[in-house]
């Protein structure tokens, strides 16, 4: 049964440019199972999406980028989510052991691991846990589909280009008036490097987008596991405000939406040819 979650699609990079993006929380892809074990149905697990983002990254694609797209939802497993990031609310114990999960981690003790046990507005997601057999078939459809097409597609784009970006897109709840719109995490410098970083946060900017870097979201699990700036791999998380391209329910496209795909589309390509430029021009900037 879980094993009919939609895997992750590839949309291979067609541009010789050496930037690959990831869309992990925007996937629609809810079967009747998956709504039936929800307590709430299915407006409570789609209050996980960053809505539409998959579709912001229209111009991206068409520019020929390359992206790996969660389809299957948040809500059934989370690609940006570690994989010992398990709530005992959400996993039930071995029934050969009794031994349950333990809550690693904040987001975990608070409901938002790899399989999401509750919301603030909604409570508890589920009718009942879910047992270790079935985690790991949810698992194997999706989660480790997901990152072993990212890790090969880098693989392949690092060995081309000797440099790559991941770029990670996400959205976020709207922020007060004066907030940045776009926050740019790089792990303070651990999963890319800062002037990677910089350039993306002066890019935004730019465009009319005011941006941070690493405040309030440095990057989650996507920009750690994957992101190796000493060897070349650099992995940077991008959070858009929602505001900024939804109409007022958050859940459908507004009037800023091609405005924010221009932006997708230009932190893809300017950060794509940042990184191609030869060291001794990037020294010199």
Known sequence: M?????PPLFVPPRNGLPLLLSIPHSGRDYPEWLLAEARHGRRALASLEDPLVDRLA????????????????R??????????????????????????????GPRAQHGLGIIASRTHRHGALWRRPLSLKRFAARRSATYDSYHGLINAELALLAERHGTVLLLDLHSMPPRTPGAPRVVIGNRHGSSAADWLAAEAAAIATRHGF?????????????????????SGIHALQVEIDRSCYLANDL???????????????????????????????????
């Open 2 to 6: 879980d094993s009919s979650l939609a």
């Open 58 to 73: 229209w111009r991206a694609l068409a520019a020929g980028f390359g992206a790996v797209i969660a389809r299957a939802p």
């Open 75 to 104: 809500g059934a497993i989370d690609c940006n989510r570690s994989i010992d990031e398990l709530d005992p609310a959400a996993i039930a114990p071995d029934p050969a052991t009794g031994r349950g999960a333990s809550p690693v």
């Open 210 to 230: 005011p941006a941070a870097l690493n405040d309030p979201f440095a990057g989650g699990h996507i920009v750690e596991r994957h992101g190796r700036p000493q």
């Open 251 to 285: 859940m459908s496209a507004g009037n800023g939406f091609d405005r924010t795909s221009q932006l997708v589309a230009a932190l893809a390509s300017g950060l794509a040819e940042a990184l191609a430029r030869p060291a001794t021009a990037i020294a010199a900037e």
